[in-house]
């Protein structure tokens, strides 16, 4: 099934579940950044900032070190909390046998704590990176953080449960623009999309399409 049609689904769960208010509080949010004028993320032929950050289990990862065994698909996600985002990664998992083939390999960045990374990872069955930017350092250098106001942070943590200060093990309410690149191994970007409506999401066989053209 394309990822399109898991995450019309996803959305039509969210709808039957999620209290009203809390609803129109997110759609609110999400309509701002579209309205905003902002533009987010890296573009083709842009050069893609350089990092180092954990794995789950601590081990340091460094972006160009990853290039100089292929080009990378890089996501950034919200994190394991987020349905939207666990459909993206079951199908890009599902996907990683195809993206091998074509000599890259698949990194994936939330602001998640390290130890909650290991638990989406072991749940979810990933055996590609999935990475800790628990300050949104790397996703601010890639043109994707945003704060989350005021409203929105009350509603997710009041009405929804979701204290991302507590679950990225951080001081700030900030998350990623969920994003997807193709970066070759010179480091430049060769397909990027970026979507303030995290309810979509590239789908892999985009990905897969772009690569066979490296």
């Known amino acids: 099934m394309p990822v399109r049609d898991q995450l019309e689904q996803t959305k039509a769960g969210f709808i039957a579940k999620v209290p009203g208010e809390a609803q129109a509080d997110i759609f609110r949010h999400i309509k701002e950044q579209q309205l905003s004028g902002a533009v987010f993320g890296l573009h083709e032929g842009d ?7 954990p794995n789950p289990l601590g081990e340091q990862v460094t972006l160009y070190d990853e ?8 996501i950034f996600y919200r994190g394991g909390w987020c349905p939207f985002c666990n459909v993206q990664l079951r199908a890009y998992q599902q996907c990683l046998p195809e993206i091998r083939k074509q000599g890259a390999q698949l990194l994936a960045v939330s602001p998640q704590s390290p130890d909650n990374s290991l638990s989406q990872k072991e749940k979810e069955k990933l055996i590609f990176q999935v990475l800790s930017d ?27 449960g979701l204290d991302l200060g507590v679950y990225n093990r951080t001081d700030r ?3 990623p623009v969920p994003a997807a690149l193709i970066i070759d191994q010179a480091g430049f970007v060769r397909f990027a999309e970026a979507d303030p ?18």
């Open 47 to 53: 050069k893609a900032p350089d990092f180092t950050l």
């Open 67 to 74: 290039l100089a065994k292929g080009p990378v698909v890089f």
């Open 134 to 160: 628990t300050n949104g350092l790397v996703a601010e250098s890639y043109n994707l953080l945003f704060e989350l106001p005021d409203y929105l942070q009350h509603t997710l943590k009041h009405t929804l």
């Open 173 to 175: 309410w900030v998350l």
């Open 197 to 214: 409506d995290f309810m979509k999401r590239t789908e892999p066989q985009t990905i897969i399409g772009e690569l066979k053209k490296l």
